[in-house]
Structure formats: C-alpha cells, structure tokens
C-alpha cells in the first residue's frame, strides 16, 4: 500500500523559479512536483500537490486531506509566520507534518524566524534550496512507513 503526500505550497511559490532567484533559485515549482512524484515511485508512495495564495484554501484543502492523506509536507511561504489558522487545521487533522523553506529562515529576516508550525511538525527543513523538497518528501514517505509498521506491532 502505498503512502500518499500532500505537498502543499502557499502564497508566493507559483511565482518560484522567477521570483528573486538569487535566493529562491531557478528551478519551477512545476519541476519541483515533476520531481517529486518521480522519487516518489521509488518510495512506495503517491505525490499530491496544491499551491494557494490563500490561507482559507489552505485550509480547506487540509480538512480535506483528513483521512485521506498519511503525510504533508507544507511550504506555508510567508504564511509561517502569521497563521494561526493553517496551525490550527494542521492539529484539527491530525495529519503527520514536515514544515519546509527553500531559504535558510534563520538568516534572513528577523520576522522571519518565528514559525507557528515548526513546534508541531515531525521535522523542519530549511536552506536547502528546492532540494529541501526532495528531503522532506523522503524523510516523510520513511517516517510514515515506520510509524506504520509500529502501529502493526
């Protein structure tokens, strides 16, 4: 049976490969998906993918996540630092996390460095550039087998 992810990317990363490349890189967000369901299959685990500017889709598309979905991975943008609401749903679906930045968080801006998320999540993943995703979609599809086979013992 394979682990289903839900990578979801929040405001500001459909514009990733041409929005301040010098930090974020060159690299689309559509080849970061491509990627990923590509290692993915290697994984024994299925990507789904969901990009918004808004926190309210955000939202939703976690409660409807619940059940369905073993793992996410969330790239909330700027919303890290501001919603309690994407928190919250994170808690209220009971949904295994990993919480990833392309950027190193740490050292750049000092609002920046407050996360609502990262107490909550399995892992955090930051400065990585787009290889972060790779990480995390790797880290998850392992963390949700293991605890999968605990569950079983």
Same mark, same amino acid.
């Given at each position: 049976?394979?682990?289903?992810?839900l *990578?979801i990317?929040?405001?500001? +990363?459909?514009l990733l490969g041409?929005?301040?490349?010098?930090? @974020?890189g060159s690299t689309t %967000?559509d !080849?970061? *998906? #491509?990627?990923?369901k590509?290692? =993915?299959k290697? %994984?024994?685990?299925e990507? &789904?993918?969901f990009q918004s500017?808004h &926190?309210?889709a955000?939202v !939703?598309r $976690?409660h =409807? #996540?619940r059940?369905v979905? !073993?793992v996410v991975?969330i790239?909330?943008g =700027? @919303?890290?630092?501001?919603?309690?609401?994407i928190r !919250?749903? $994170?808690?209220?679906?009971?949904?295994?996390?990993? &919480?990833m930045?392309?950027?190193?968080v740490?050292?750049?801006e000092?609002?920046?460095k407050k996360s609502?998320?990262?107490?909550? #999540?399995e892992?955090?993943?930051?400065?990585?550039?787009t290889?972060g @995703?790779?990480?995390a979609?790797e880290?998850?599809? /392992?963390?949700?087998? +293991? /605890?999968?086979k605990?569950a079983? $013992?």
């Open positions: 049976m394979s682990r289903r992810i *990578i990317n929040g405001p500001n +990363l459909n041409t929005r301040e490349p010098h930090i @974020y %967000l !080849d970061v *998906i #491509a990627l990923a590509s290692q =993915a290697g %994984l024994d685990a990507i &789904e993918a500017n &926190e309210g955000i !939703d $976690l =409807a #996540a059940g979905v !073993d991975v790239n909330p =700027a @919303y890290t630092h501001t919603s309690v609401a !919250d749903a $994170l808690l209220g679906v009971e949904i295994p996390f990993v &919480e930045h392309i950027s190193n740490h050292a750049r000092e609002f920046r609502y998320l990262s107490d909550k #999540a892992a955090v993943i930051c400065g990585l550039g290889f @995703y790779t990480a979609v880290f998850a599809a /392992k963390h949700v087998k +293991l /605890k999968s605990k079983h $013992l």
